[in-house]
């Protein structure tokens, strides 16, 4: 069997700067000054910036969850990587480097 773990490996990095892009992203949903334009906004402000905020809130958690998987990823590349390295090394010396 072969694993490109390098490959693996670049998945994983990549799973991870996503994981990090995605929690800026969240964040700065979360600091969103949704309700700065209510002055500007009259009468209908409440009940839209309510619904505004709701639905700032709702893609923030969306997007901190797709983070969070993307995190999980990351994780499941590398512990897969290294569990084919690992196999590829104990196979190597049961069969004395044929693999070589």
Known sequence: MHVDTAALGDLGRAARQQSADLSEVAAALTA???????????????????ALQAAV???????????????????????????????????DARLGGVGA
């Open 32 to 50: 969103a000054p949704v309700t700065a334009a209510r002055a500007a906004l009259g009468p209908v402000a409440d009940g839209f910036l309510a």
């Open 57 to 91: 809130a709702e893609a923030a958690a969306t997007v901190g969850a797709l983070s969070r998987t993307a995190a999980a990823g990351a994780d499941t590349a590398a512990v897969t990587a290294a569990g084919y390295l690992a196999a590829e090394h104990r196979a």
